[in-house]
Nanobody
Framework: QVQLVESGGGSVQAGGSLRLSCAVS????????MGWFRQAPGKEREGVAS????????SYADSVKGRFTISQDNTKETVYLQMNRLQPDDTAMYYC????????????????????WGQGTQVTVSS
């Protein structure tokens, strides 16, 4: 059974940092691609960051470039999202997602491309 479990969310003031973690289990030979998405109340789910776990390619939404970094540990069983210089607009439920294969080797920020999803962790940024 595939499980993705996010942790690390919380409340911070604008300008602060958080690191989200996503523990992945049940995926033999690891997922090929991991992504972080977020959804604020009343808004559509938005792709934030994506990673090709084999080649190390990463991609980011324009709104987070230079502030967020996606990475993985050596076992590829935990994926991180380091979030710096947080802003109130970053407030959302954050989800990690996994896919065994994507048509673009660089990754994808399209939620439809991902098969497995976690339950989410809340991030709240106050001004």
């Amino acid at each position: 059974q595939v499980q993705l479990v996010e942790s690390g969310g919380g409340s911070v003031q604008a300008g602060g940092s958080l690191r989200l973690s996503c523990a992945v289990s049940g995926l033999t030979n690891s997922a090929g691609y991991m992504g972080w998405f977020r959804q604020a109340p009343g808004k559509e789910r938005e792709g934030v960051a994506s990673m090709n776990t084999g080649g190390g390619y990463t991609s980011y939404a324009d709104s987070v470039k230079g502030r967020f970094t996606i990475s993985q540990d050596n076992t590829k069983e935990t994926v991180y999202l380091q979030m710096n210089r947080l802003q109130p607009d970053d407030t959302a439920m954050y989800y990690c997602a996994a896919a065994r294969w994507l048509p673009d080797y660089r990754g994808s920020l399209d939620s439809d491309d991902y098969t497995y999803w976690g339950q989410g962790t809340q991030v709240t940024v106050s001004s």
